[in-house]
């Protein structure tokens, strides 16, 4: 096919970009938003500024408070960042904190909130039931069948 065709001569690739994708002299990121962080440094610092609030304030550690504290629209936002390989160990040492807040909450006289939040850390509440024989041995079964000649025999 020629490079002409009926709505006229066709662009190179690209210039098919958009504009508003294309670098400009404006100042914005030509591939969407820009980065919150430049570096796992400056988001550590944050985080640690808000585990220090939350201790002079007395109140708890928290995933969302922490998000935006960190200058996110929520949790989930938070989350997403750690799929970024240059923050991923940061974003899961900070919310390392906040689990283990959660877990030493166990421990008090009203653990029903460290519960319910350690499940959104994926912990589970489950009870295992073991059956098992005489003295701890595994249990054995033993089938038995009767066939119907020999319940006749019993009569």
């Not at 030509?30 to 550590?44: C, F, L, V």
Request: net charge positive; aromatic share 8%; proline share 6%.
């Amino acid at each position: 096919m020629s490079a002409m065709d009926e709505k006229g001569p066709k662009k190179k690739k690209a210039e098919m970009v958009p504009e508003k994708a294309k670098a400009s002299s404006n100042g914005k990121h030509p591939g969407g938003r820009p980065p919150r962080y430049s570096n796992a440094a400056d988001m550590m610092r944050r985080g640690e500024e808000f585990f220090n609030r939350c201790d002079d304030e007395k109140k708890p550690y928290t995933i969302t408070g922490l998000a935006l504290a960190l200058g996110f629209n929520g949790r989930l936002a938070l989350i997403n960042y750690e799929g970024r390989p240059e923050f991923k160990n940061t974003v899961k040492k900070l919310k390392s904190r906040c689990e283990r807040y959660a877990e030493e909450r166990l421990f008090g006289t009203q653990p029903a909130g460290a519960i319910f939040a350690l499940k959104n850390y994926d912990w589970t509440d489950k009870q295992i039931s073991e059956l098992m024989g005489k003295d701890g041995a595994p249990l054995t079964v033993q089938i038995i069948r009767f066939s119907e000649d020999k319940k006749d025999d019993k009569k």
